[in-house]
């Protein structure tokens, strides 16, 4: 089975902190990608990443910043925590069955951020 | 750039009555599309995909998917709901070359499931 671990379930943050979480999977995945989840916002991509050091801003990338050292770990980063980034952080990892294409994702469990 | 829209963001529906979640996508390429099933406090599942082939894709748990290309649909139905179908489902669309935009989801369906 894909696993795809998220290193907190739950987190909380004092406004201001630089905030790191973190993400591994263990299917050699090319793909890798950071959602928020809201309530009726349903999940916006944040960033995600095709590569090893490669990433691509999604629809929400201000205040975020990411990380992909490894092909299996990405980490999203909060520069500088505000409230308003309160929320759940999805990670997924996918496949690519074609050049650059993306197949099914596989997601963590999450992360409930909360700042204070 | 890709969207997706699910139309509906509650549907009530009786236990064994049939329903149907709608989704409708927005691409200028070709497209992957998947279903997503979300329970209370757990990550996202996947529940079925279409990459190629038949239109008519299903899942293990009875629930089946039609891609509409002419429509830019690919609604989600099931015959008869279970009380453990009470969910939150997500429809995603990615482009079959790849791109910038990623993978995008809907904003979701709340599928409640009435005895």
């Known amino acids: 089975d894909v696993k795809v671990t998220q290193s907190s379930r739950y987190l909380v943050k004092r406004t201001g902190e630089k905030v790191f979480l973190e993400c591994v999977q263990d299917m050699d995945h090319e793909n890798m990608f950071w959602y928020r989840q809201d309530p009726g916002l349903g999940l916006r991509l944040i960033y995600f990443s095709y590569d090893v050091k490669m990433k691509e801003k999604g629809d929400i990338p201000e205040g975020y910043s990411v990380s992909r050292e490894k092909k299996e770990r990405f980490s999203l980063i909060l520069e500088s925590a505000s409230t308003n980034q309160t929320s759940m952080y999805l990670c997924?990892?996918?496949?690519?069955?074609?050049?650059?294409?993306?197949?099914?994702?596989?997601f963590g469990q999450g992360t409930r951020l909360t700042v204070v | 750039a890709q969207s997706v829209t699910q139309l509906d963001s509650q549907v009530p529906v009786f236990e064994e009555a049939p329903v149907e979640l709608r989704c409708n996508y927005s691409s200028s390429v070709s497209v992957y599309l998947f279903w997503y099933v979300q329970y209370p406090n757990q990550g996202l599942q996947l529940l079925l995909k279409?990459?190629?082939?038949?239109?008519l894709v299903e899942s293990i748990n009875g629930f089946e998917a039609e891609f509409n290309k002419s429509q830019t649909s690919f609604h989600l139905r099931k015959p008869s709901v279970h009380i453990s179908d009470t969910a939150e489902y997500f429809c995603?669309?990615?482009?079959?070359?790849?791109?910038?935009?990623?993978?995008?989801f809907g904003k979701g369906t709340h599928l409640i499931i009435q005895p």
């Open positions: 997924a990892s996918s496949f690519s069955p074609g050049q650059g294409s993306f197949a099914e994702a596989f």
């Open positions: 279409y990459l190629s082939g038949s239109t």
């Open positions: 995603a669309v990615s482009a079959t070359g790849g791109g910038a935009d990623g993978l995008t």
